[in-house]
């Protein structure tokens, strides 16, 4: 938990190249400490996937995030309000990478669980409602072209 903390501290910071051994670190004491299908796994894994994503390493964050997506739909449920949070992160890395078409399905998900289960009014509920919004338009835009 140590080494996460303080490379989240070191990403806040924009201090990214020493943030991702830290989290590598994290990630590979948690998997021996809990196996590999944990959700502390899944955690450490998500994380590392937005560092990935945040320096523009998306073809190596992808595999991260549906794998700490499939681990918390195991751990929690389909319906779990985490579950939500991996099918957003997943869905914005597609859109980052132009399937679209992929990352709506994701998205509309995330937001039907959060509806579901946070209610329409919750901070995660309507940042998944805007992230749709610009999904969908993102792809009447690529539609128009």
């Not at 021996?32 to 899944?42: K, L, N, T």
């Not at 890395?93 to 009014?121: H, Y």
Request: hydrophobic share 45%; aromatic share 2%; glycine share 2%.
């Amino acid at each position: 938990m140590a080494l996460n903390n303080l490379a989240s501290l070191l990403k806040a910071t924009n201090r990214l190249a020493e943030t991702e051994p830290l989290m590598r670190r994290a990630l590979t004491i948690d998997e021996a400490a809990y196996g590999p299908d944990h959700p502390h796994v899944a955690i450490r894994l998500n994380n590392l996937a937005l560092l990935l994503q945040a320096t523009n390493r998306l073809a190596e964050a992808e595999p991260l995030m549906r794998r700490a997506l499939t681990i918390d739909q195991a751990a929690y449920g389909p319906e779990h309000p985490k579950v939500a949070i991996r099918l957003n992160n997943l869905a914005q890395l597609l859109q980052a990478t132009n399937r679209l078409a992929e990352a709506e399905p994701l998205m509309r998900r995330a937001l039907a669980i959060a509806e579901k289960a946070l209610g329409a009014d919750h901070p995660n509920t309507q940042t998944y409602q805007l992230n749709y919004a610009l999904l969908k338009a993102a792809s009447a835009t690529q539609d128009a072209e």
